[in-house]
């Protein structure tokens, strides 16, 4: 329980705050990450100024927090398979591998899937972080659908273009995830 709280830990700390870490910790003069590249003798980077390199730096403090959810929700999925399906399939003779591959993955899949929907929407909707460390630049480089919304109906206030933006937004997010339960939804029972 340690380390789920541990992963769930940055998932419920506030984005903003986050992202204000990420910040400096991406500081190009005094950021610990080129702290820890001057100690090999490497050259500074300008992580969130550089156009090549913003998004990957935002993915990358993205990565961190992502986990949180998924290690929890597996833990208590995993948890919740019964013993006497593994026990029954010692007795026919199965090694470790088919157990994961047999059991495990299989009664893991309805978890898998939600897990993969709420993902993708989030990945769709990324705004605070992109919005508090690079304010969608450089060159744009960095800015999101939901930053695009955002900008188009309250720096320009074209509303209706806005609302447009986000039913197509809808209209992409729903398509994904009606992909995604066409084909892995399955019904299982235990």
Request: glycine share 6%.
């Amino acid at each position: 329980s340690l380390f789920r709280g541990a992963f769930y830990l940055p998932y419920v700390t506030s984005i903003i705050v986050i992202s204000l870490v990420w910040i400096y910790i991406f500081q190009p003069e005094y950021g610990f990450l080129n702290w820890l590249l001057g100690l090999f003798g490497l050259p500074r980077v300008l992580w969130l100024q550089n156009p090549n390199i913003a998004l990957w730096s935002i993915i990358l403090s993205t990565i961190v927090v992502v986990p949180g959810t998924g290690v929890v929700l597996y833990s208590a999925s995993i948890g919740s398979i019964p013993r006497e399906l593994y026990e029954a399939a010692e007795v026919e003779g199965a090694n470790a591998v088919q157990k994961w591959m047999r059991i495990t993955v299989p009664l893991l899949k309805p978890t898998t899937l939600y897990l993969m929907v709420i993902y993708t929407i989030a990945g769709f909707q990324v705004f605070e972080r992109v919005y508090i460390m690079t304010g969608g630049g450089p060159i744009n480089r960095t800015t999101t659908i939901v930053q695009l919304i955002y900008m188009t109906a309250f720096s320009d206030f074209n509303f209706g273009r806005a609302s447009a933006q986000a039913l197509v937004l809808f209209a992409i997010i729903a398509a994904f995830s009606f992909i995604q339960f066409r084909f892995l939804s399955t019904d299982v029972e235990y």
